[in-house]
């Protein structure tokens, strides 16, 4: 008996991991979205100032700081977070949301984040079932999560997470798991150049960048890893989305309606739908019109 079939056989148990190992990756994922823009943001300066052949006037730190160094800590004490203050929503719960130490607010972004892949994670194993789709729709969405979040804080697609993700879209498209290689290559081109098209006449009727490039190639993954066919529906969307909650926090919050809006998470939002329930919303469609 396959790995597969004896989980098919066990529905709940199979749910209730992938719910689990969606809390856990929920709690990286926070440690990505924090670290990377700094990550970056080092890198950058060292670049230019490399170009410009500049020395740093910054105090530098012998301390290294990636993903998995320096250990997790109170930003507001620097309290060293041990494994079991650690624990997935259960520990936020445990800790009533309060630094161990110092008793400073944790923000609940945090277990929020985790419940949401561990929902989001849920959702594609009950649709796809134990399946190779499965393991392709996590990944994918828990990047597009991470994306969302720094689109969100910082108005920025990292390339070290888009073009990886466009890869392993194209690869995936070899083993015809979603789509065709000749489907996601399509997909993949169409997505890029839509919103590049979008970029520069929006740029030449108003002299003003109206999004990024990672937007570009953020869509360009989702089309590789749906196809082109798909891309209509998660442009229109995207769009609809986007332009609810921008009125909303117009309306609400009075925010500048010439305030830059990060596309990123809206582009997410609907990949998600798509990549869920795409063929049913087509069909559904297509009825409704007669076709």
């Given at each position: 008996m396959s790995i597969i079939q004896a989980l098919e056989q066990s529905p709940v148990f199979f749910h209730l991991s992938i719910g689990i190992l969606g809390l856990l990756v929920g709690s990286f994922l926070n440690v990505v979205v924090y670290r990377l823009p700094i990550m970056l943001q080092k890198a950058w300066r060292q670049e230019c100032l490399a170009f410009l052949e500049q020395e740093d006037s910054q105090p530098t730190t012998s301390e290294v700081f990636n993903l998995s160094q320096p250990r997790s800590r109170c930003p507001s004490c620097g309290h060293p977070i041990s494994a079991l203050d650690n624990i997935p929503v259960i520990s936020y719960?445990?800790?009533?949301?309060?630094?161990?130490?110092?008793?400073?607010?944790?923000?609940?972004?945090?277990?929020?984040?985790?419940?949401?892949?561990?929902?989001?994670?849920?959702?594609?194993?009950?649709?796809?079932?134990?399946?190779?789709?499965?393991?392709?729709?996590?990944?994918?969405?828990?990047?597009?999560?991470?994306?969302?979040?720094?689109?969100?804080?910082?108005?920025?697609?990292?390339?070290?997470?888009?073009?990886?993700?466009?890869?392993?879209?194209?690869?995936?498209?070899?083993?015809?798991?979603?789509?065709?290689?000749?489907?996601?290559?399509?997909?993949?081109?169409?997505?890029?150049?839509?919103?590049?098209?979008?970029?520069?006449?929006?740029?030449?009727?108003?002299?003003?960048?109206?999004?990024?490039?990672?937007?570009?190639?953020?869509?360009?993954?989702?089309?590789?890893?749906?196809g082109w066919e798909m891309l209509p529906q998660v442009i229109m969307l995207s769009a609809f989305v986007g332009a609810t909650v921008g009125l909303i926090l117009i309306a609400v919050k009075g925010r500048d309606k010439n305030t830059p809006i990060p596309f990123g998470p809206y582009l997410s939002i609907a990949a998600f739908i798509a990549l869920i329930w795409g063929e049913k919303i087509n069909t559904t469609y297509l009825t409704f019109v007669g076709l």
């Open positions: 719960l445990f800790l009533r949301g309060r630094c161990k130490s110092c008793k400073t607010p944790i923000s609940i972004r945090y277990p929020s984040v985790e419940l949401t892949t561990a929902l989001l994670s849920i959702i594609i194993s009950v649709q796809l079932g134990p399946s190779i789709q499965t393991g392709v729709a996590l990944l994918f969405t828990w990047a597009l999560i991470c994306l969302t979040l720094i689109d969100f804080d910082t108005q920025l697609l990292p390339d070290s997470i888009t073009l990886p993700l466009l890869w392993f879209a194209l690869f995936v498209s070899l083993f015809n798991v979603f789509v065709t290689p000749e489907t996601a290559l399509i997909g993949a081109l169409v997505g890029y150049l839509t919103l590049w098209s979008v970029f520069w006449l929006f740029k030449l009727a108003t002299g003003k960048e109206g999004m990024g490039y990672g937007d570009f190639k953020l869509l360009a993954a989702i089309g590789a890893l749906l």
